[in-house]
């Protein structure tokens, strides 16, 4: 078991970040190259000002119509991708694991704030689920993929919830929350959870189109 | 956009010459400051004027310098000097249509006429409908066969030869069978080609004047090509522009569209790989060795190419393209949102930026370019990036003696029409 | 509940599949997925979170609720996300049924653009869906026909060319009676102003041509109409996908302004066409902006009003309201302008909830009223929430600075009912001016 633990935040680790890093590149890349090629009469219209005012207000809890007319998904999709970004680079046990690899000292969440935001997204994760299976036009457009990208970011969380509630063996139950960890990883560049890469951008070229061109608000 | 090029030099080497300014009329304004007169158009010589004016209230003629024409009609537009100087307008008279040529109507009335045209020697043509048939008619006599629509109007050369878009499959409502199978042709001085398409645009004939015309035709919802007198390329392509006849020959050339870029196809096959954002307006050197156009190597971004070589200057829009006479040097119009027009002289922009500009002449000799220019209410005219000196309210585009030794401006100076032959010598 | 359950026939989606191969599907469908659509195609797919939040935006799904078919996802996830997962090995019945939700189901009006946090371009997919439909030939027989109208004589309502300048020298005549110096002027090269209009206007509504002449004529503009082809600003080929028509009629207007070189191309109460010519035929044809700028009307009569060029003694007393046309609002930011205007002509304006970018479709644009009327009921029946915005204002005139919006606003009016009446403000403006050239 500790075998297996030592392999896993050591060179499963370095496997996964190579992974997400080298993938992700390379999807933005291609990405990138695909879109200069065949639609320069989008690219062209990007514009750096408009495009972080759109991202900056949809940023923003409930400063858009979309936001304001889905108040309770609202709350559940900013209280989980929250949570998910200061606990990933914050947690303690993550700060360890950036010394470890790295030798910086990164700032820690304290204890009962990091449990605190693991049940918000473990909860907000739950609601995901309901709403997916209640929500008739979410149900009607869910596809496997969907559930495998709603799967694999809770993973973390309930296994993350699970060692700190001492719930069966700690060092398996370790193993299991840096395996999911890993699993997200290697999965953004390569599922649905590459909307982490590619929001910027599509958020962006929207906010360009109807800033510059449109002179009308797309939020 | 035709190239408005150098005048046919039959004519301008018949026009005064002679070194001076002259003032032609006095007053372009009506002397009754109330009186109906419409816009001015002045004859390629400068020696005349022409404008609309309202005698009462149906009743119409044209004013022509300080007298008017002696009949007078229900209605009458669209007044035009064809190139040897003859003034024509189209007239109504008892609800039917004519052309009148200096001030006397052609016998031959339609239900109705439109778009008049000239030829190189100067022959009236324009369209017409009778009894809802549609065709063209030359000095009065129309095409022998009438067709259920006609579009796209064009002349040889020479002026001998008419042709145009025609419908040659009465449609009904809502027909998409019968559109589909091709309703339309092309009708070369009336007679349709045997074989019909779904469209067919903007007809040229052969430069040499004779009866081989090519078109844009479209073969179904999403496939088009060029067809020479009725046949079609075998290769079809996702778009084309209009075709154009190698001087020489019969070759053809036409921008085609590609994997969502253009490049010219001469004869159905690749000329210029497609590379182009667009690629249009082509035109041949007189001796076929060039083949120039106008092209966007990237998008948003226009100017010439030469033999597919684009200059190094890069335009956001670029119009008029016009070459020398002897087809080695070409001049063109770049603007951005329809303002900030300048000259580009084979692959360099002149200094000044107007309001508008008009398309560039180059003298018969291909050595000088003209453009008339206008910059608020003010026209002028530069020549090789230089102003010749002279400003008007109005002006019209400059013409070159045949010989290239003098610059003919007309325009209206202090409200008098005036003409002005500027020797080159004496501006440089 | 579905798509293939509220199958309407349609005389030409009817034969146009009957005609139709699962490899000649394909093969189309491949040529446009991984062909001429690139990564704005694949990066939506992908970041669709199949979230839901844009069944909240869509008049189809706020008036047909409960029913997921026709959100704008829903509408993608029967259409184009199902082309792709399927790599296009569908049934000729089931492109009937695309075909159906493209063109008869979305009016890309693109409200979900304020719903959808990741920026997915719903107006833009559904957009892909009719190009392979037009590729297919699966096209509603109405609009093909005025598509096909447009390739013959470059406008929409198949005018020929002697009937255009008639009816512009009848109108011009007609209206002499009123002005005794007005004049139509056509291609008056030089001019300030070129005037283009959509082809109805001629062929239905001259008294639109008329009143723009009267206002022309009055506020003193040196403009001018064209005599030759190119006249039409309207575009039925966006519509349906014919890219190579819109850009075909696009090339034709600008050029025609061109020649004539006039400063700008003002345009009459229309929206579509203002988006053809102002933002997607320019693309086509490879001009980052507009070779010659168009503006609209309600832009025009803007400066009109506030320069004093036409002045107003009396303002329209009964209460309107304000319809925000999308193509103009959410195409160009006009919302302010437009409210100032209205504002300047009509002493008691009742704003409708939602209003100016966030305004719900009239339902006819994106080319479906031009789908013809076996379709007249989905538009009804899929703006209920339209008719219920309207008859919250309690008032009985509706300004619409848009034709389609006019088609629209007038059938769900006519509908459910609500006792209103659209209007122009080329109308009001006509109604309400000063005319000291009048006889």
Known sequence: MQTFYTIAVGPLAWFAWAVFLVGSAWRIFSMASLAKNKEMAAVAYFDTAYGMRSIARWMTPFATLGWQKNPVLTFATFAFHISFILLALFAQGHAILWEYAFGMRVWALPPQVASALTIIATLSCAYFLVRRLSNSTVRFVSTPGDWLALGLATLPFITALLVRQSVGDPLLMTLLHVLSGEAVLVAIPFTRLSHALFVPFTRAYMGSEFGAVRHCPDW | MKNSGSQPASFASEWDWEKGKKTVVASVLPKDPEAWQEELYVSPDGTHMAAVVRLEDDSFTLRVNDGQWEQSFEKAWMPRFAPDGRLTALVMEDDQWTVAVDGTPWEERFDFIWNTMFGGQSQIYASIQSDMQYGMCKEGEPWAELHDNATDFSLSPTGKNSAAVVQVVPLKQADLETFAKGAYTVAVNGTAWEQTFVNAWTPVFNCLGEEQVAAQVRLNEFEYTIAVNGTPWPTTYNCVWAPSFDPLGSAVAAPFRKGGRWGMAVDGAEFWKPTYYQCWNQQWSFDAKKLWAIVAPEYGKFTVACNNTPWNALFPVVTDLVLSPQGTRAAALASHKNEEFRVVVDGVAWNDAWDMAYPPVFSPNGQHVAALVRKKDTMTVFIDNKPVGQTFTKAWQPAFSPDSSSLLLRGVQNGALVRCVLPLNELF | ?439
């Not at chain 3, 107006?123 to 869906?129: E, F, W």
């Not at chain 3, 933002?279 to 025009?300: A, C, M, Q, Y």
């Not at chain 3, 930011?333 to 009742?350: A, D, I, S, W, Y």
């Open chain 3, 1 to 439: 509940m579905g798509i293939a359950e509220r199958k309407i026939e349609d005389a030409n989606l009817l034969k146009a599949v009957a005609a139709l191969t699962p490899d000649k599907i394909q093969q189309v469908v491949r040529s446009v997925t991984k062909g001429e659509a690139g990564a704005r195609l694949a990066v939506y797919h992908e970041t669709c979170m199949r979230c839901g939040m844009c069944a909240e935006a869509c008049h189809f799904s706020l008036s047909h609720k409960g029913d997921p078919t026709y959100t704008p996802v829903g509408k993608m996830e029967q259409t184009m996300w199902r082309l792709l997962r399927t790599d296009g090995r569908v049934t000729p019945d089931e492109i009937y049924n695309m075909a159906q939700i493209a063109f008869t189901e979305c009016n890309m009006c693109k409200r979900c653009v304020h719903f959808c946090p990741v920026g997915i371009d719903t107006g833009y997919i559904i957009s892909l869906v009719r190009r392979i439909c037009h590729l297919l030939g699966v096209v509603p027989m109405y609009i093909l026909d005025t598509a096909h109208s447009h390739s013959a004589t470059m406008n929409q309502m198949w005018v020929k060319e002697d009937e255009w300048i008639d009816s512009l020298m009848w109108q011009e005549d007609e209206a002499r009676d009123e002005f005794p110096k007005l004049r139509i002027p056509l291609d008056k090269e030089g001019s300030d102003v070129l005037y283009s209009v959509i082809a109805p206007e001629p062929k239905f509504r001259t008294q639109l041509i008329y009143q723009a002449a009267a206002i022309m004529n009055q506020a003193g503009i040196d403009w001018t109409m064209p005599a030759g082809p190119g006249w039409d600003n309207s575009d039925m080929c966006m519509m349906t996908g014919n890219l190579e028509m819109m850009g075909r009629l696009k090339r034709a207007h600008y050029e025609m302004a061109q020649r004539l070189r006039v400063k700008r191309i003002v345009m009459g109460e229309c929206g579509h066409a203002f988006r053809s010519v102002y933002d997607t035929g320019n693309r086509w044809l490879g001009f980052k902006d507009w070779p010659v700028p168009i503006v609209h009307s309600v832009e025009f009569f803007w400066e009109l009003l506030t320069t004093g060029k036409i002045k107003i003694p009396q303002k329209f007393q009964k209460p309107v309201t304000i319809h925000d046309p999308c193509n103009i609002t959410r195409g160009y930011g006009l919302m302010e302008k437009l409210r100032e205007v209205v504002h300047m002509l009509c002493e008691n304006v009742v704003e409708m909830t939602p209003n100016r970018e966030h305004t719900i479709c009239c339902c006819a644009g994106g080319g479906v009223i031009n789908c013809g009327p076996p379709f007249k009921g989905t538009r009804v029946a899929g703006n209920k929430v339209k008719a219920d915005v309207l008859a919250a204002t309690g008032v009985e005139y509706v300004i619409a600075p848009c034709h389609n919006c006019h088609g629209g606003l007038e059938d769900i009016i006519s509908h459910y009912k609500l006792g209103m009446h659209t209007k122009f403000i080329g109308d009001l403006i006509f109604e309400l001016m000063e005319k000291p050239g009048a006889e």
